[in-house]
């Protein structure tokens, strides 16, 4: 119950339960209202007024309130955008890794996209919390668009066409003729013949 929020913030906040206005989603919500029916849930923003303050600060921290709201959404709808790319990059790197040639144009592409919400992000106004968020994804963006550079750079690179092969004969040919006391057998019949005497 929105009373009963009331009553927890009491001694947090000096606001007596009937000095507070709470509010979710730009509308208030009061005292005997069940605030999950509301749609209230873990980490839902709600915004407390004092109710004694002049209605201009009132109207000015709603309107802050929803404008930080704005900015959350804002942030979150990029962020759902980020992780569907983050999918691409990392198929990209899965087949650059296995040897895969992979055409430049799939990493430009990817990176273009990246930097479009590098340009949304760029565009959002955020204080606070959101400002904080919008910071972090504009962070990964731009640790994606370093991983694809590096592997555009490394898919570039000329695969080897020849590899280099050992002979392990003549690797076993020289380690046996530099032990004199130890002498490979000859043939196939001296095995024979040694297991015929122990027999």
Not at 9 to 26: D, H, V
Not at 28 to 56: F, H, M, P
Request: proline share 2%.
């Amino acid at each position: 119950m929105a009373g009963d929020v009331k009553k927890l913030l009491a001694n947090k906040t000096g606001l007596l339960p009937e000095e507070q206005q709470l509010f979710f989603r730009g509308e208030e919500k009061y005292n005997e209202e069940t605030l999950y029916v509301e749609g209230v849930l873990d980490k839902s923003n709600i915004l407390l007024l004092d109710n004694t303050a002049s209605e201009e600060s009132k109207i000015e921290e709603i309107r802050k309130h929803n404008d930080m709201l704005k900015a959350f959404e804002a942030v979150a709808e990029v962020r759902a955008e980020v992780d569907e790319l983050a999918e691409r990059v990392f198929v990209l790197k899965v087949a650059a890794d296995g040897g895969t040639r992979v055409s430049d144009k799939e990493f430009s592409t990817c990176t273009e996209l990246l930097m479009r919400q590098l340009l949304k992000l760029d565009g959002i106004q955020a204080e606070g919390e959101a400002k904080l968020q919008r910071k972090a994804e504009v962070h990964r963006v731009q640790n994606f668009v370093d991983s694809l550079d590096a592997l555009k750079e490394r898919n570039s690179k000329p695969v080897p066409t020849t590899v280099k092969t050992v002979s392990v004969g003549t690797q076993w040919e020289h380690f046996d003729s530099g032990m004199g006391s130890l002498n490979a057998p000859t043939s196939s019949a001296n095995f024979t013949q040694d297991w015929e005497r122990h027999d």
